[in-house]
Structure formats: structure tokens, C-alpha cells
């Protein structure tokens, strides 16, 4: 029928109200942004940084090089030095001043962050914490003192100090491309870093990462020679200078050059560096030199200095002649050392895949020597080769780790604890909180030594990433190691927290209550999620080694990882970011019903509810554990028979849960029976449903128990959040009878809430039976030494 104009309008307009009345019938939407891009989030990417995480064709750094030389003064506990700087210009902008870190000015005594932590009182306090409500009594004489700065003629140069940071004023502004040369002469009394660290136990304000310690017994010295001298501050494209204040907590931003060392000390101490040293043949006897020179194709730890000679060494009166050690380290962001008269050094040579030597080394007193002779050196050996394996191959020359009571990290050069009782005993937790430590500190090479990031920002971006790596590093040594973190059921305390005692892990350093957990653990965690569950191995290993490629000895910031990550892997991962990273959203999925479906062959439907029948017991699988088998790797525990005392036995965790089956129809009428017999006859059909309680979207890992007895895994991506975060609906096809079904069955998603996470519901043990039950699982807590029984060496 032909239509006049006026009678199709009609009919637009009908079609128009009708199709607006469908769209208010239609269901309110619970799409937020949980899976929207993160750009609002990130900076906008330029010429110095790629919208696709890589550097730009105009990226730039700055370089800083150091001549320093320096005595120890182990009479007066304090070091005197000077040090010729050259600070190269790279960037485009020209610089009218210079600011470099003064880190030992930490400890002053005017210094702001003596006073900037609440205390309190207790009913019952101890002479620790007695004195750290005190924390600037005695520290008169400490900080960084200024002598002199002058040009490359010894010209005065105008500076000036405000707490940790001095500013140097130039004779005329620094041009792109250019250089400039100075001098500086300056000297600090060394702290007793041991007391520092007792007193600051509950803040990392006055926390001492260099300084002494002292032996009443032998009457001896550990020198820990660290953040030690005026350094450069870094200057960049994304911050500018960063001269954020050091308050003990967040670590450094730095700037890469090459330095020349020259550290004078008595004759009877023994030097551990960063970098290589030029002198060893004036320095060693004959016998240790020789020592030297055979550890340089050994495949086993060889003692350069003998435990028998560091004994006789510390025994002796203390010599009163004066040696250098002169020090090489090229490309390397700073330079840390070690000395003692106790030391025993032994040494062993690592080839990589590559080819390269690297001279893997440790340190230790007589104290240390039950643990660190057997496991110290075999330990860097492991971290290098296994970081080098996901990260880039180890470039430096040297790894060294130094027992000295605490952790901390530089280039090539690491400080660990790791000591026996008196009697040469130590327990488990004490050896395994060596390793770990060591693990992490050697690990630190590469984060943040190699990909620079800024510390003083954020902490998780080196801990957090060095921890996981230190995850996957310990479980290639030893599957039943028992790591500090990685593990998702590990966060889960932490994650379940009030909301008010949360911060995103992207929080200033400097901000964090809960350090460690924010900084180290939730990070680690996120990343093995990242690669066991969302990304699966092989994807998330490639992105994150080309990431490693791209900011190998340059400065990252989290978008260019972000972005790298996603670019690298093909992988949307803006979902990730935004709830891991940017809330304190918690994992809380719950499994709220299931429907059970059979197509009703008569015609007659009939339905039943679930009921809880005869219970199943079956194991908890630690999926890395489970997916390094798969993968076919051995770990070092069964390759390094002298690492065999590192196995415990492995305690799994059980549930017990199973479901009933029921029939409900489903009907087509343009079956017959027998097509429908043949096609529906033995499919059996769940309907569940799912809702989001703790605002973090995940995967969807699913356990079906079947009547049978065997089971099946299923996995659904995050992304079945998309178009309605907070709830939804899922239909899955079986050709068996299901009898229980059980969410995330591996504890790999960091669900906060187990009890809704099973059909038929299941009993939760308690905190205390939960403890219990994982006690042996958990692994040692490295900010609290559990009492074990000793074993002997």
C-alpha cells in the first residue's frame, strides 16, 4: 500500500515512542567504571614517554660520576671524606642550581622527623621504647658536616642546607649537553645502627641503614658504609629534581654514573664494595690471593679469608697502619661498602646463559658462619640466575650479600641477617629468614639498582616488584618453600581490614600505615595473580620482560609499566590497575545460588531444591605449586643435593563439601522424545548465580565435584563483570551429576570470605582453627622471629 508522507511521519513517530518506552522498561544498568581505561588516571604520554609504556624518541636522563675518597675512623667512629662530582646535563632544560641528598642529616638532632611520630604511653614500657620517646636525646654530634664546596679551580660555591637536601648554587646556568665539576669536603660520626633499629622498631623514622655495630665480646666492629656521601638528587622529565625530604622510610630517587672509590682503613679490616676491586694483589696475603685467583673458575664457594684467620684476626691487638682499597662501578646508581676485622669472604664464580662471569660473594662474622658458609653464596647464585631468567641477564660484574644484622640493598652490595646461637645452632625460621632476606636484598639488584624507579614516590614499585620475583626465585629453589608473600590467601587479613585502616598500594611512601603489607605483600601478591590468574604465565612473563628490556638503566614510572604491560601481552589490564592498585576494594565473590536443570523428556516438569548429601573430603592445591609441575620445572632443592635440608613436609588443607542432585525441566515442544532423549537426555544444567560483595572484580574459578567422585575445573574472565558489576547469572552444561561446587578451590584470587564461596554451604573454621590448620603453610613472618627448635648445621 503506498503511503503519503504525512501517514509515514506518523508511523516514525510511533516507532520513535515506542522503541523510547522500551529503553525506560529496560532494566537500570550496574555498569560503573571498574571496567572503563585508566587514562584518567595516568599522565598523558609525550615525546619523552610512549603511549604504548616505551621510552620516547626524545627520552633523556641525567649522569652523575664520582671520584670520593675517604678514611674510616675506627677510633672515633667517624668517616671523613671528599669527592669530586660531575654532573652531565642531559636534559633540555637548563639547570641554575643542583640539589644532592645529605641522608645522614637523618639523624640530626634538629632534624623534623625526630618528633613528626605520634607516641604514646604504655602500662608497661621497655628502656627501648623509654628512649624513643627521647628520639633526639644524644644525637648532638650526628648529620652530615659540610666543609667545603668549591668548582673545578677551587672557587667557593655558594650552597645552602635545608634537613636532608643541599642546594648548590651554579656560577651560571647548566645548558643542555654541558657539564660541570665540583668538589666537595665533608665528615659525619658514625651511629650505633643496631640501637637505632630496636628503638624505631614500630617507625622507620630514625631507622639506621649504615653505621656500626659493636661486639662487647671480642671488642670488634661491623661497619655498614651506606647513603654515606653527598649524593646527586634526580632530575627528571616526569618529577623535575627530587628533593622530597628522607625521613628514613621512602628510599631514593638516584642518578647513574661511574665511580672511583678510594677507602682508607686500618690494615687488619676487610672491605666488601659495590663494583670490582683494583687492588686486591697489595692487598691480600699471598695464600688468600691465591685463594682469590682459584675462586675464579670455582662452582663452589671457596673461603678467600679462612673462618680460622678471621678469628686469629679479631683476636689480635687491633693494627694501627693504614691501606686503601680503591673500588671500580661503572653505570650503577650508588655505591655502598662494608669493613670489619671479623669478616670471613668466600667467593665462587657464576657463568650465565650468556657467558658472563659474575664473581657471587658474602661476608660474615664467625656468628653468621653455620648459616652463611652453607647457604649465603649459593643463594645469590640462585637469585641472579633465576631473576636474570624473567628480567634481563645480570649485567654487574659482582652480587654480594654481607651478614650484618638487618636488610637492605645497593648495587652489587646487600647487608642481611642470618646468625647462629653461640652453641653453632640456629632454628628453621632463623636460616629461613636468612635466605628470604638474601633472596630479596640480591634481588633488589634489579629493582630499583637496574630499573630505576623513584623510591621516594613509591616503595611498591621496587618492593613490591622485587618481592614477587623473590616469590617465583624462592619456589624454583624449593615448592614447599615458605614464602613471606605471593601467595593470594596470604593477603587476606590484610585485605579484609576497615576500609579506615586501608590506602591504595598507590600511596606516597612516606603516608603508608601498614608498610610493609601496602608496600611489599599486597604488590607481590597482585603480580602473582596477574600471571597464575588473569594472564596465565607465558603472557605475563613476556610483557614483563619486555618491560624489564625497555627500563633496563633508565627511570620507569608506574604508567609505563602499566602500559607496557598491556601493550606487550595484548591483554586489556585496565580492570587490574584501577582495583589493585588505585582503591582498597577486596576480593569478596559470592556464590549465592544454583538452579540444577534437566530437559524434561515427558514433557512434565518437576523441580527440586539442593540438598546437602554425603561429604567429599579433597585437598587444597597451592596453584604455583601445581602449575610449576605442569610446566615440568625441577626445583633447585631437587637439582643442589647440599640445599636438601631445606625441605619440609607439605601439610594440605582439606574441605569437605558436597551437593545433591535435582531436577527441574526444560521443554521444547518440537522435540520428540526420542530427539530430545538423544540430544538433552544426559546433559545436566546449572544455573548459578553470583554477586560481588567486596568490590573487587576477579576471574571466576570454579570446582565441580561430580556424584562420581571426579571433579572439574572451570574459569570464567573478569570480564563477565563487564555490564553489570555486581551481580550476574551463569549457566553451565555437564554431562555428569554435580554433587558440590566450590569457588576460587585453589585460594588463588584472594577472596576475603570463604563461607560463601561453596554449594552446600560448608562450615568456616575459625581464626584460631584456620591458624592452625595453616601454621606449617603460612611460612615465617620476617617482621616477627617465631621460636622454633633448633637444629645443628
Known amino acids: 500500500m503506498l503511503q503519503t508522507p504525512s501517514i509515514q511521519r506518523s508511523w516514525i513517530c510511533i516507532g520513535l515512542l515506542l522503541w523510547a518506552i522500551g529503553l525506560i522498561a529496560q532494566p537500570v544498568s550496574n555498569h560503573g567504571n571498574k571496567f572503563e581505561q585508566i587514562t584518567d588516571l595516568l599522565p598523558d604520554p609525550n615525546n619523552y614517554r610512549n603511549i604504548d609504556g616505551a621510552p620516547g624518541p626524545q627520552y633523556w636522563q641525567q649522569r652523575c660520576d664520582y671520584d670520593i675518597e675517604c678514611t674510616l675512623d675506627v677510633n672515633n667512629l667517624r668517616l671523613n671524606g671528599s669527592e669530586k662530582i660531575t654532573y652531565f646535563n642531559q636534559s633540555p632544560q637548563p639547570l641554575r642550581y643542583l640539589w644532592l641528598q645529605l641522608d645522614e642529616n637523618q639523624h640530626a638532632v634538629d632534624n623534623p622527623n625526630q618528633v613528626f611520630d605520634p607516641t604514646n604511653i604504655n602500662a608497661a614500657m621497655s628502656e ?28 667557593a660555591l655558594k650552597y645552602s642546607i635545608n634537613q636532608t637536601m643541599m642546594r648548590i648554587e651554579l656560577p651560571e646556568p647548566l645548558k643542555p649537553g654541558s657539564s660541570f665539576a665540583f668538589g666537595v669536603k665533608w665528615h659525619y660520626y658514625l651511629v650505633d645502627r643496631i640501637s637505632l633499629g630496636d628503638i624505631a622498631s614500630n617507625s622507620a623514622t630514625n631507622l639506621a641503614r649504615g653505621g656500626y655495630e659493636y661486639f662487647s665480646e671480642d671488642d670488634n666492629y661491623i661497619f655498614t658504609i651506606t647513603q654515606w656521601y653527598p649524593r646527586l638528587c634526580a632530575y627528571s622529565d616526569f618529577a623535575g629534581w627530587q628533593n622530597k625530604q628522607f625521613t628514613g622510610r621512602a628510599e631514593f630517587a638516584l642518578t647513574f654514573g661511574n665511580f672511583v672509590v678510594k677507602m682508607t682503613l686500618p690494615t687488619d679490616y676487610v672491605v666488601a664494595a659495590t663494583g670490582e676491586c683494583l687492588n686486591y694483589s697489595t692487598l691480600l696475603s699471598p695464600a688468600q690471593y691465591m685463594r682469590w685467583q682459584q675462586a675464579q673458575q670455582s662452582k663452589e664457594p671457596i673461603e678467600i679469608v679462612t673462618l680460622e684467620e678471621a678469628k686469629k684476626t679479631e683476636k689480635a691487638k687491633r693494627a694501627s697502619e693504614l691501606k686503601t682499597w680503591i673500588y671500580k662501578a661503572d653505570n650503577v646508581r650508588d655505591f655502598a661498602w662494608g669493613a670489619s676485622r671479623k669478616f670471613v669472604w668466600d667467593a665462587l664464580a657464576n657463568t650465565t646463559e650468556e657467558g658472563k662471569k659474575v664473581m657471587c660473594m658474602s661476608y660474615y662474622a664467625k656468628e653468621a658462619y653455620p648459616i652463611y658458609r652453607k647457604y649465603s653464596t649459593k643463594a645469590i647464585q640462585h637469585t641472579i640466575n633465576t631473576y636474570s631468567k624473567y628480567t634481563i641477564p645480570f649485567p654487574y660484574p659482582t652480587a654480594i650479600s654481607v651478614e650484618a644484622a638487618n636488610g637492605m640493598e645497593y648495587p652489587m652490595i646487600c647487608f642481611n641477617p642470618g646468625r647462629a646461637e653461640p652453641d653453632g645452632t640456629y632454628s628453621e625460621s632463623t636460616k629461613i629468614d636468612a635466605v628470604s632476606t638474601i633472596i630479596h636484598e640480591v634481588g633488589h639488584n634489579y629493582f630499583p639498582m637496574i630499573i630505576n624507579s623513584d623510591e621516594r614516590q613509591w616503595s611498591w614499585f621496587d618492593e613490591g616488584f622485587n618481592s614477587f620475583v623473590q616469590f617465583v626465585a624462592e619456589r624454583e629453589m624449593d615448592n614447599d618453600y ?24 598507590m600511596t606516597n611512601s612516606d603516608n603508608i600505615v601498614d608498610f610493609f603489607a601496602n608496600a611489599y605483600r599486597k604488590p607481590a601478591t597482585a603480580l602473582n595473580i596477574l600471571r597464575e590468574t588473569v594472564m596465565g604465565r607465558e603472557l605475563f612473563d613476556y610483557a614483563f620482560k619486555e618491560y624489564c628490556r625497555r627500563w633496563a638503566f633508565k627511570h620507569p614510572t608506574p604508567a609505563d609499566f602499566f602500559r607496557t604491560m598491556e601493550d606487550a601481552s595484548g591483554v586489556d589490564l585496565d580492570w587490574f590497575w584501577r582495583g589493585w592498585f588505585f582503591t582498597t576494594d577486596a576480593v569478596d565473590i559470592s556464590l549465592d545460588s544454583i538452579k540444577y536443570y534437566r530437559v524434561d523428556l515427558d514433557s512434565n516438569p518437576e523441580k527440586k531444591e539442593f540438598v546437602a548429601k554425603n561429604k567429599v573430603e579433597k585437598p587444597f592445591y597451592d596453584i604455583n605449586k601445581v602449575r610449576n609441575k605442569e610446566a615440568g620445572k625441577v626445583p633447585l632443592i631437587e637439582r643442589d643435593t647440599t640445599l636438601k635440608d631445606f625441605y619440609t613436609t607439605y601439610q594440605p588443607w582439606t574441605t569437605a ?43 571466576i574459578i570454579l570446582e565441580w565435584t561430580f556424584a562420581d567422585g ?8 573478569a570480564e563477565i563483570w563487564r555490564k553489570n558489576e555486581n551481580q550476574f547469572k551463569k549457566v553451565f552444561v555437564k554431562d555428569k551429576m554435580v554433587k558440590a561446587v566450590r569457588l576460587d578451590p585453589f585460594r588463588e584470587t584472594a577472596d576475603i570470605d570463604e563461607s560463601n564461596n561453596n554449594w552446600p554451604v560448608k562450615q568456616v573454621p575459625t581464626r584460631f582453627q584456620v591458624f592452625k590448620a595453616h601454621k606449617i603453610e603460612e611460612g615465617p613472618n620476617p617482621m616477627q622471629k617465631a621460636k622454633a627448635k633448633k637444629v645443628r648445621p
Open 710 to 717: 571426579s571433579t572439574q575445573i572451570d574459569r570464567l574472565p
Open 482 to 505: 615458605k614464602p613471606w608473600f605471593g601467595p593470594a590467601h596470604q593477603i587476606v587479613d590484610y585485605m579484609k581490614l576497615p576500609k579506615d585502616q586501608l590506602e591504595p598500594i
Open 128 to 155: 627501648n621504647e623509654m628512649q624513643g620517646l627521647e628520639p633526639a636525646k644524644g644525637k648532638e654530634k650526628f648529620g652530615c658536616k659540610i666543609e667545603e664546596v668549591v668548582d673545578a679551580n677551587g672557587k
Open 657 to 699: 563439601d558436597s551437593i545433591a542432585e535435582t531436577k527441574v525441566s526444560l521443554y521444547d515442544q518440537t522435540y520428540s522424545k526420542d530427539e530430545k532423549t538423544k540430544r538433552f537426555g544426559d546433559k545436566h544444567y546449572y544455573e548459578l548465580q553470583f554477586s560481588n560483595k567486596g568490590g573487587l572484580v576477579m576471574p
